[in-house]
């Protein structure tokens, strides 16, 4: 989704600028010879850094040992590779999960490391936490700008759809479009409904990421969020409208909510001259819109 919402951008403002692409198939990340070869063939200026094992808590919780293993395979690969081949510029996308479970709100870049992380996701964070220390010693020990960006729950074209392993709004966005195309009375949403959480526009964090890796002197990570959270069931209204589901939502307070608030603090990468642009209700209609095409084209990922 990240990479799609980047090459989009490149395409559409920076024409001048040469996309150096590879599917899965012909680069696996976690192969170090193929990593290696892929930079020494090509030679790229700058990586901007979107791969990476992801997926929502279901996934991360039954799978952590691809979560921890994979994603810090891929980040050393990549970024050892890079430096190697004369790649001055790098940034490496991490996630506002790196940040421990009780880190004051809104979460702060001085957070990183001050106390446990949320064991749901621990793995993943581990990995993500991984790259951006190795980011930040090649800086310190060889003088390039290698660099990282920690996004907020982001949402857009080309998300992953998939029934248990997806994450907030893709699961939420298709469970009300599949209740609208049966019928159904109501949906069911998890917990109590009041967890607020924050998110991000894919397109909005493209212009982050490109805004980023022009600065001269970027911090060494840094928070991409919008600073404004929303209620998970005033989330899902906001879908339904959307959708035009027109049905009710039951709340089965037997789960859990998890934490109550989880907000990013943006007011480092605001300070930098970057701000979101695209409200959530707006958002939704493209992603809606998208989620449509692709169906229709049977081209939805996670089907
Ligand atoms: N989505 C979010 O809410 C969110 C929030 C914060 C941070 N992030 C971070 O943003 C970045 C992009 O996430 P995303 O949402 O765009 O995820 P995504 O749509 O799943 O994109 C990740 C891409 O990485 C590829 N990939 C995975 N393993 C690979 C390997 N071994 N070799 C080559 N390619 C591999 C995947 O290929 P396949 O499609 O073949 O699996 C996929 O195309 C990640 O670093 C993620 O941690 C995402």
Not at 224 to 235: M, Q, R, S
Request: charge should be neutral; proline fraction near 7%.
């Amino acid at each position: 989704m990240v990479g799609s919402a980047v090459c989009r951008l490149v395409q559409s403002t920076y024409p001048e600028v040469e996309l150096v692409l590879r599917p899965r198939s012909e680069l696996d990340l976690c192969n170090p010879e193929q990593v290696e070869r892929f930079f020494r063939e090509n030679r790229p200026d700058a990586v901007i850094f979107a791969a990476a094992k992801v997926g929502g808590i279901v996934a991360n919780a039954s799978f952590p040992v691809e979560f921890l293993s994979e994603n810090v395979r891929m980040a050393i690969h990549a970024i050892e590779s890079a430096y190697r081949n004369g790649v001055t510029r790098f940034l490496f996308l991490g996630s506002t999960c790196i940040y421990p479970k009780h880190a004051p709100q809104p979460l702060a870049e001085p957070s990183l490391l001050s106390s446990p992380l949320e064991s749901t996701n621990e793995a993943y964070a581990l990995a993500k936490i991984v790259g951006l220390k190795l980011c930040q010693y090649y800086r310190k020990q060889f003088g390039v700008i290698y660099h990282s960006a920690m996004p907020t729950n982001l949402y857009g074209p080309g998300d992953n759809y998939h029934p248990e392993y997806s994450h907030v709004i893709p699961g939420l966005l298709r469970r009300i479009h599949e209740a609208k195309m049966h019928s159904l009375p109501a949906v069911t949403l998890w917990g109590t409904g009041t967890p607020r959480r924050e998110f991000l526009y894919v397109d909005d964090l493209a212009k982050a990421l490109l805004h980023l890796i022009c600065l001269d002197s970027p911090p060494d990570w840094i928070n991409v969020g919008t600073g404004k959270e929303i209620a998970i069931l005033e989330l899902a209204k906001m879908i339904a409208k959307t959708v035009g589901f027109k049905g009710d939502f039951n709340l089965d307070t037997s789960k859990p909510d998890g934490t109550p608030l989880k907000r990013t603090d943006p007011s480092l990468v605001f300070s930098t001259g970057w701000r979101p642009q695209t409200e959530l209700e707006e958002g939704l209609r493209r992603t809606y819109e998208d989620f449509l095409h692709r169906i229709e084209h049977d081209n939805l990922r996670g089907k």
